[in-house]
């Protein structure tokens, strides 16, 4: 087997293997290789001459503990049933995080199908969603604020404005911008999506992505910038009670519906995995945390990217590898969800992760490392 990146005479069976694995339609299809691949960011494995896996290693800037990291969000990942059991995605896996380090990358993201074929690799959980499955009946007593359009290029302004405020004390999120939305609406077009912008008193300060799903409305993201806007979006949903029994909503975990429905019991409210994580470069990312007065030697165990697999010492506000003996002993996994905020100290300790020689030890990781409200809503 050969793992190399794709030549653009690729593309079609390239397309093959995705229409396989994932059943997608032309619409979604024609959307995502016409606007979001490249071959300089595909990866596949050939097999006497045909290529039997692949997966892409999409571009993205998220922010991470204030600052932004470009990061490849790695999607698609793909094999012909006869090729599958031979490695592929191992070995494709592999290269990839190895490709990755050598990039200058120091965060990765995934959204696993199953979370078990990608832990042994590094990655871990580090973000979850709130969902909301509402009858539509529970929100008849929301008012409008203001009125809705749908919205256009012309309103991308907005709606990052809105974006930004709604996720500012968020971590973890996408920056976006005016490339991102435009690409954005052509994705939910695709998928026969809707966009629509709040409006009150001049001002835009909310907006709202769904789908129609046989008796459900799919609410895949809202932000907001008040609570006016937020019941007239949840009012917005209701004028949708004669096509939709009820509305699912997804949104970050402190969304504030939970606050406002006035029969609480009777909707469901569930907490969704959503996203992996995982860090590529150990060194640089501590190197961002601006250590400073943290004398500690800190064991990564890493079984994939050599360059993490070593005791950092961290001391006069620099990092260096040493040979002494380490102080904190942890894996890439656990690494990975205290980098990106999503557990605490504490937690990692009573979950048994951390292999620390004294409490102290424990004292000084929380001065390096605390919890946060994550939140992504990238799908591809």
């Given at each position: 087997m050969k793992i190399r990146f794709a030549y653009n005479n690729d593309l079609q069976e390239i397309k093959n293997i995705w229409e396989y694995c994932f059943g997608d339609t032309e619409m979604f299809m024609n959307y995502y290789f016409d606007n979001k691949y490249k071959c300089e960011n595909t990866l596949v494995v050939e097999y006497n001459k045909k290529i039997i896996?692949?997966?892409?290693?999409?571009?993205?800037k998220i922010k991470i503990n204030d600052k932004i990291y470009d990061t490849s969000y790695i999607v698609g990942v793909s094999t012909l049933?006869?090729?599958r059991g031979m490695g592929a995605m191992k070995d494709m896996m592999i290269s990839s995080l190895d490709y990755l380090y050598n990039k200058g990358q120091v965060v990765s993201i995934l959204m696993p199908i199953d979370y078990r074929l990608y832990r042994k690799f590094g990655y871990e959980h580090c973000y979850d969603q709130i969902n909301y499955e509402i009858n539509m009946e529970l929100l008849k007593d929301f008012k409008l604020n203001g009125v809705f359009k749908k919205a256009?290029?012309?309103?991308?302004?907005?709606?990052?404005?809105?974006?930004?405020?709604?996720?500012?004390?968020k971590n973890g999120y996408v920056k976006r911008d005016k490339m991102y939305y435009e690409t954005l609406f052509k994705e939910i077009e695709s998928e026969s999506g809707y966009v629509y912008i709040h409006e009150n008193e001049k001002k835009m300060d909310g907006y709202i992505i769904y789908f129609k799903?046989?008796?459900?409305?799919?609410?895949?993201?809202?932000?907001?910038?008040?609570?006016?806007?937020?019941?007239?979006?949840?009012?917005f949903i209701y004028n949708h009670n004669t096509q939709f029994k009820k509305a699912s909503i997804n949104s970050v975990i402190d969304d504030k519906i939970k606050l406002i429905i006035p029969a609480l019991k009777k909707i469901d409210i569930n907490i969704k995995p959503f996203m992996m994580g995982r860090i590529i470069n150990v060194h640089k990312f501590m190197e961002n945390l601006n250590i400073k007065d943290i004398?500690?030697?800190?064991?990564?165990?890493?079984?994939?990217?050599?360059?993490?697999?070593?005791?950092?010492?961290?001391?006069?506000?620099?990092?260096?590898?040493?040979?002494e003996e380490d102080d904190v002993s942890i894996d890439i996994n656990t690494f990975s969800q205290l980098a990106f905020s999503y557990i605490d100290v504490e937690e990692a300790v009573f979950l048994g992760n951390i292999c620390v020689k004294d409490n102290k030890c424990i004292d000084?990781?929380?001065?390096?490392?605390?919890?946060?409200?994550?939140?992504i809503n990238e799908y591809i």
């Open positions: 896996s692949s997966l892409q290693l999409n571009q993205y049933p006869e090729a256009s290029n012309k309103d991308i302004d907005s709606i990052i404005e809105i974006y930004d405020y709604f996720l500012e004390d799903m046989d008796d459900t409305m799919f609410v895949r993201e809202i932000a907001y910038k008040n609570i006016d806007a937020l019941k007239s979006i949840l009012k004398d500690l030697k800190l064991r990564v165990e890493d079984r994939f990217i050599e360059q993490n697999n070593k005791t950092f010492l961290i001391k006069n506000n620099k990092i260096v590898f040493t040979h000084i990781l929380k001065k390096m490392f605390n919890k946060k409200i994550n939140y």
